[in-house]
T-cell receptor, first 117, second 115 residues
Framework: DTAVSQTPKYLVTQMGNDKSIKCEQNLGHDTMYWYKQDSKKFLKIMFSYNNKELIINETVPNRFSPKSPDKAHLNLHINSLELGDSAVYFC????????????????FGPGTRLTVL | ELKVEQNPLFLSMQEGKNYTIYCNYSTTSDRLYWYRQDPGKSLESLFVLLSNGAVKQEGRLMASLDTKARLSTLHITAAVHDLSATYFCAVDINAGGTSYGKLTFGQGTILTVHP
């Protein structure tokens, strides 16, 4: 049973193309996230959705557009891909959004390695 | 802006030895997480620390949190080769006690355990 799954696992594409990465979680969580891990392994949050509502929108080029059709899915669409977009993209999910107590432990998907040529 | 710094960034240990990884952060927070990442793999949650003085242990790893010093430690006891991985700490900014899950990660510590 995969808790957080992403497709595809690898994505190789040319500059200027448009691509999407899909994420699904079966944990019953209501919050989902996208992170980018660069070549130096640095992880940075990009977006967060809670019950299909955008909550966190970091300084990310507007070529990146997240879409959440329902609370179990969060997709990432990238327009006009650039060389610098090459990275590993992780989806994550958690519960208890906005909680003042308890943890917001985030569970990560397997990652999508995007290579832009 | 919250800054999270780990040290050391690279750690080469002999099996059987003890060592500590440090995680300092710049803004008040009482929620800190430790993750492990194997090469080419996802992040695995190790510990969740939610209050000052929290200490958690799992096998050869023990994590602690000192919110006044804005410091967390990950202590490795009698290292074994299987512990070789990259370890990340992550801090959750919480405003007025409410958390929005915005984790800020440290740079990661690459741990290599030699026979």
């Amino acid at each position: 049973d995969t808790a957080v799954s992403q497709t595809p696992k690898y994505l190789v594409t040319q500059m200027g193309n448009d691509k999407s990465i899909k994420c699904e979680q079966n944990l019953g969580h209501d919050t989902m996230y996208w992170y980018k891990q660069d070549s130096k392994k640095f992880l940075k949050i990009m977006f967060s959705y809670n019950n299909k509502e955008l909550i966190i929108n970091e300084t990310v080029p507007n070529r990146f557009s997240p879409k959440s059709p329902d609370k179990a899915h969060l997709n990432l669409h990238i327009n006009s891909l650039e060389l610098g977009d090459s990275a590993v993209y992780f989806c994550a999910s958690s519960q208890r959004f906005g909680s003042s107590s308890g943890d917001l432990e985030q569970f990560f998907g397997p990652g999508t390695r995007l290579t832009v040529l | 802006e919250l800054k999270v710094e780990q040290n050391p960034l690279f750690l080469s240990m002999q099996e059987g030895k003890n060592y500590t990884i440090y995680c300092n952060y710049s803004t008040t927070s009482d929620r800190l997480y430790w993750y492990r990442q194997d090469p080419g793999k996802s992040l695995e949650s190790l510990f969740v620390l939610l209050s000052n003085g929290a200490v958690k242990q799992e096998g050869r790893l023990m994590a602690s949190l000192d919110t006044k010093a804005r410091l967390s430690t990950l202590h490795i006891t009698a290292a074994v080769h299987d512990l070789s991985a990259t370890y990340f700490c992550a801090v959750d900014i919480n405003a007025g006690g409410t958390s929005y899950g915005k984790l800020t990660f440290g740079q990661g510590t690459i741990l290599t355990v030699h026979p």
